[in-house]
Structure formats: structure tokens, C-alpha cells
């Protein structure tokens, strides 16, 4: 039997605690082209960090028969009138599930099905948010705090950032008189 190393999870934080926790940085510089206002994102300091996702993959990343866990840390902050957010994805085993449940903070879960139709779920601590598959997923950060998101995913659905990429969403999470509101189009 294969031994695992030991993992944490700090309750107070989300932090994922040992030698086998990846992490990847996704900077304002990383998000070139995932916000409408490109001129504003482009106005902030390139290095500022939007969100970082630490993550533990205890099996073969493609390979069907593993599950991988994650915590997903967003800033607070906007590009023009939009949150901070994460890319998003489609999976690219489209019939690959997920959970997102938060731990700290306040936000949206933006999901978009095959034919662009995009809702939200709010989130805030304490939410289990079961992502079909089929659906791309995104989280925008709506408070003044970190957001802190737990996830929970099959080793072979990988990740499918074609879409998004090129034509975003079907709808955008803005801030529009102090609200947060699902903007339909581009
Ligand atoms: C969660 C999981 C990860 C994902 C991360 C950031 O932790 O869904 O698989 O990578 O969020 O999301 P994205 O890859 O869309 O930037
Ligand atoms: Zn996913």
C-alpha cells in the first residue's frame, strides 16, 4: 500500500499543510483577457495576486480513479467594475463533477452550461455548492475579504480553459450600484 505524507487542513485559514501541497499564483499579469475592462486591469500593478489555489493530487493527474482536493484563496479587488475571479473551466472530461464548499468570505459561483446559460449561487462560509458536469465554473470574490474555497474533484477531469478564454462567460459578475449583478453578453 502506498503511504501517504501527511496532510493538514488549518481550520482557521483553509491552508493546506505538508510537502506534497502544490501551489499555483494566478496574478493580474496571469489574467490578461479574462475581464472586460481590459484597460483597467491593465492600470494595476501586474504582479498583484488575484487568487491562489493550493492544491494535494495524490494519484496521476488524467487517470480515472483518483480524487484531488484543493483550497482556492481569491483577493478582494476589481478590474473596472468586476470582481476578482477565477479563469474557470469547463472540464475536459465533460461528464466530471465537482464540489466547491466556502470557507470564508463572500462570493459567486458562476456556472455555464453548453448552450452559455449562466446563473450564480451565492456563496458565503459554509456553502456546499455541487457543480454538474457539463458546467463550466468560475467563483468571483464579492466581499472585502479573502474568499476562501474548498474543492473537491475527480482525477481525470482536467482542465478545459478554451472557452473561457476566448469567449468568457455567457454573463459577467459587476458591481453595479454597490450590488453584485450577473450581467448577460460579453
Ligand atoms: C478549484 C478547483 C481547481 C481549479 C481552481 C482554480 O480549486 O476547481 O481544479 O484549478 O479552483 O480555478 P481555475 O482553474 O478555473 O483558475
Ligand atoms: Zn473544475
Known sequence: MKIHRPIRLDFSTGTLLGTSV??????????????????ARKNLDPETVVYRVQAILPFQEGEEGGLFFGTTFIQPGMVGD???????HFH?????????????G????ILMDEDRR??????????????????????????DTVLTVLA????????DYNEISSKGFGGRLRKINGLAALVEGL
Not at 82 to 88: D, L, P, R, V
Open 22 to 39: 502544490q501551489e499555483t499564483v494566478r496574478t493580474v499579469r496571469d489574467m490578461k483577457g479574462y475581464f472586460r475592462d481590459e484597460a
Open 82 to 88: 468586476e470582481y476578482f475571479m477565477t479563469k474557470g
Open 92 to 104: 475536459l472530461n465533460r461528464n466530471r463533477s465537482e464540489y466547491y464548499i466556502t470557507m470564508a
Open 106 to 109: 463572500a462570493g459567486a459561483l
Open 118 to 143: 449562466t446563473v450564480f449561487e451565492p456563496m458565503s462560509p459554509g456553502t456546499v455548492h455541487y457543480i454538474p458536469f457539463n458546467r463550466a465554473h468560475r467563483v468571483s470574490n464579492i466581499g
Open 152 to 159: 473537491c474533484w475527480p482525477s481525470d477531469a482536467g482542465h
